[in-house]
């Protein structure tokens, strides 16, 4: 059972915009770094968010994250059917002593 | 770019000892730590732990007494030990850099391909 939760799937149109929460605690996001993940069906997970908002060369301004509080969100506008992943977020638990990832979210394009 | 692979057995008896290997190319594995991720079959993913290129390594608590990370600095790899294994630890185990620069978070920038492991008899 993960200590951060994810909404197990969401879904919009091409073109249009989807969030996808990440909700922890005080004991990780609330005082952590949170960083995102893209893993595209029977590949490994790819870093597309770091340090709550930056992203790593090559990824798309599309891509956005954010956070507040004991909440991160990522935000992917101009949806593309390429966009269909599982995603998750991810951040250390000064509690448990370990980094954690999110439960993750499917994003499907309709 | 830097690239990772990982190599082992994809079959593991029970009770008995998974051992995978990390190759780290076109980058050196000095100056980084290093971590090994699992994830079981349509299932999320589990941090294990993570090495540093001098030895130190940090453990997941819920695992810490089954794991071993071990870092070979000259042949640019490094290995992870799961012992007493059970159906439960078969998952595809992926090795990958952690990045953690001067105030700023934990991110895994570069990632192996990954390595399905089965525990079974």
């Known amino acids: 059972q993960s200590v951060l939760t994810q909404p197990p799937s969401v879904s919009a149109a091409p073109g249009q915009k989807v969030t996808i929460s990440c909700s922890g605690s005080?004991?990780?996001?609330?005082?952590?770094?949170v960083s995102w993940y893209q893993q595209l069906p029977r590949t490994a997970p790819k870093l597309l968010i770091y340090?709550?908002?930056k992203r790593p060369s090559g990824i798309p301004d599309r891509f956005s994250g954010s956070k507040s509080g004991t909440s991160a969100t990522l935000g992917i506008t101009g949806l593309q059917t390429g966009d269909e992943a599982d995603y998750y977020c991810g951040t250390w638990d000064i509690s448990l002593s370990a980094y954690v990832f999110g439960t993750g979210t499917n994003v499907t394009v309709l | 770019q830097v690239q990772l692979q990982e190599s082992g057995p994809g079959l593991v008896n029970p009770s008995e000892t998974l051992s995978l290997t990390c190759a780290v190319s076109?980058?050196?594995?000095?100056?980084?730590?290093w971590t090994w991720i699992r994830q079981p079959p349509g299932k999320g993913l589990e941090w294990i732990g993570c090495i540093y290129y001098s030895g130190s390594t940090i453990y997941n608590p819920s695992l810490k007494s089954r794991v071993t990370i071990s870092v070979d600095t000259s042949q640019n790899q490094f290995s992870l030990k799961l012992s007493s294994v059970t159906a439960a630890d078969t998952a595809v185990y992926y090795c990958?850099?952690?990045?953690?620069?001067?105030?700023?978070?934990?991110?895994?920038?570069?990632w192996g391909q990954g390595a399905l492991v089965t525990v079974s008899s």
């Open positions: 340090d709550n908002n």
């Open positions: 005080s004991s990780n996001i609330g005082n952590n770094y």
């Open positions: 990958a850099r952690l990045s953690h620069p001067n105030n700023s978070g934990w991110f895994f920038d570069y």
């Open positions: 076109a980058g050196s594995i000095n100056n980084y730590y």
